[in-house]
């Protein structure tokens, strides 16, 4: 029976739990690569290996197809069955249930208000979250978007719900805007009641929009119903009668009834007989007031531009009321994994390109400034409107609207004049289809409505990633010829397909994504930056999920399934591949510490309690060949290292400076001379002897 110290212990336990771990994540590698599909395609050199450990999880988006959308007068080439409200919903709620099992982060778009309890019931029973926002008009069912989590595998850490023209910084409001105009529920000058149901319609309509009986040939003077009177009737009467005749009584004796033009000792009469450019006059004034109350005052984030010119698009850019949901998840495996996830509905302003770019950018714009103050990753799936031949895609894609868009009235700058925002992300994204398969999918929507002639059929549904986030697998779509339609179908019940993709958050450390977001985009309006180095990386990550990977009791039994000392070919290549990762992971550390010496506002480093045994020796290694302070404080678990940069050396009297550490070091080594050996040649030498003794 053999004993051992209790350093060589530590160092035999130490080697088996690394061995352990590796070659369980070899083994799941291994798995993944048999279990690929050769007709799928992945793409690993396109995303990078599969990550140590990974976090591995599936993100869905689905545009399900609102329900008040879905009717036989709008989709004639469909059978009515396949449009009923019921019907689909059931078909809808199969297809989620299929990635619910899956545990999968399901994103959605064009959830109506009928729809949107029906879900929060399906996903609650399942023990997931479902967040959703509606901020469509009645036509479209009050549609929104949507996002739901299992709650035994992600925390939500922040929710963040934003109409996403209000992300921007301020926007150009036209002239017309100033000008004080009475809301849409009081009568304005020109507008008639229906003589068959009595409905309130606009001027503007020439049919009522409840009964569509014809506008009137004869229509009454409505002159005093422009501010809330009965139609037809004087100014004086109707709600604001009275207090209209005091407003007017007040500006002619304030101004004078010369310089206002209207003579006559009754309000009420001189509003009667004044002209339109007295109306004018009393809007004016009735907006001054309005002012004066605090009530009529420019929203916050809204600038004027004088008189210059807004366009058509920028101004519709503005009134969009898309918004977004986004969610911190916090991983409850491991508690330092998460990211940011949001799903967003494109505008369906296929005639405007610079409105589609303009909101496909501030969107990703204001997911990156969520996930860039912790250098987290991202990813964004939903309904983009938008083929991958678009210039859009190559801005989501690339970072920047490629130059081609600005001939082809695509650009959405320069914005106009006093609006510096630019359409420029400060990380590229990936699709993680294209990713996956090396091009999209052949199309995602397949429709035809009314108003179209000939189907339509395209992709405009895409999963973005920030490059934080390897794609594992992502399941084909089918092709064109492969499907009948239009949708919806009795195998599809919305005009869209659902898509899903396997990812994974990588755990071994990657200096790149550390800086991905290293723009001023990375800063939110209002917020502060992490400093350099201080973000929560994934080098404590890999601490984490080492330290849980292994369960208790099997550390005794590592060496034995192949850990370095393991023979043949394979044990080779988990010794290399160790070898590999521990070179890796000292270069992190090495760099780590090395930044911690450059900041000289920083005085002290502390490492997480995550580390192994291993990790701890190498930083104490390294913190005392950089010539830093190394302690260890704490007890038990929360036990952690602590480096300090070392003091100034003290002076005598004479001025003469005293021996520092570094030179008393140095003496005591040249006094007794050791045998320099690099770390290689030092875990070799501990190897053979961990086997000379077994």
Known sequence: MFTFTQEESCLRIDLARRAWVRERAMDAQQQLQNDANPSVGTDRAASGPDPVDAECFTVVTYNILSSALASPDWFRNCDPRDLEADTRLQRV???????????AIICLQEVSRGWSGKLHAFFQQRNYTFIDSLYGAQVSGYMGVGLAFPNERWRAADIDIQRIADTKDAWIVPEREKVWRPSSSESR?????????????????????????PKPEVVPETNGAALGAPLGAPLGAGPLGGALSSLW???????????????????AAAAASSSLEHDEELARALQAEEYDRGVGKPRRGVASNGAAEVPAWYDAARRKENTMVAVHLSSTSHELVRLWCATYHMPCA????????????????????LAAPMSVPCILGGDWNLKPADHVYALLTTGAMPAAAASDDAYPAPCPEGDTWQPDLCCPMRSAYHVAHGHEPEFTNFAQSMKDSVPFIDCLDYVFISPHVAVRSVPALPGREEVSGPFPTALEPSDHLLLSVDLALPALPDGSHATAYATPLSVAPGGDALPMGREVGYLDHISAISRD???????????????????GVRGGERAAASAAQDAQLEAARRAQLTAFLQRPADKSLSFPPTLNSFERRLVHSLAEELGLLHMSEGEGRGRYIRVEKKPPPPFSGEGHRLASESDQSAAA?????????????MRAARLAALEKRS
């Not at 199969?94 to 545990?103: D, I, M, P, W």
């Not at 009584?249 to 309000?267: E, F, K, M, Q």
């Not at 369960?551 to 060496?559: A, D, I, K, V, Y």
Request: one cysteine or more; charged letters at 20%.
């Open 189 to 213: 000058v020109g507008d008639w009641t229906c003589p068959s149901c009595g409905a309130h319609v606009f001027a503007t309509k020439v049919a009522c929009y409840r009964c569509h009986a």
């Open 350 to 369: 296929f005639d405007q390109p610079k409105l589609m770019a303009m909101h496909a950018a501030m969107a990703m714009q204001h997911l990156q400034r």
């Open 669 to 681: 080594a040249e006094a007794a001379p050791v045998v320099a050996v690099t770390a290689e040649e």
């Open 249 to 267: 009584d007040w500006l002619r004796a304030r101004c004078g009834a010369g310089a206002i033009g209207v003579s006559g000792s009754s309000g």
């Open 93 to 103: 709620l199969h297809k989620l249930g299929a990635q619910v099992e899956k545990r």
């Open 549 to 567: 990977a292994l369960p208790m009791g099997r550390e005794g039994g590592g060496c034995e399934r192949g850990g370095r000392g393991g023979g």
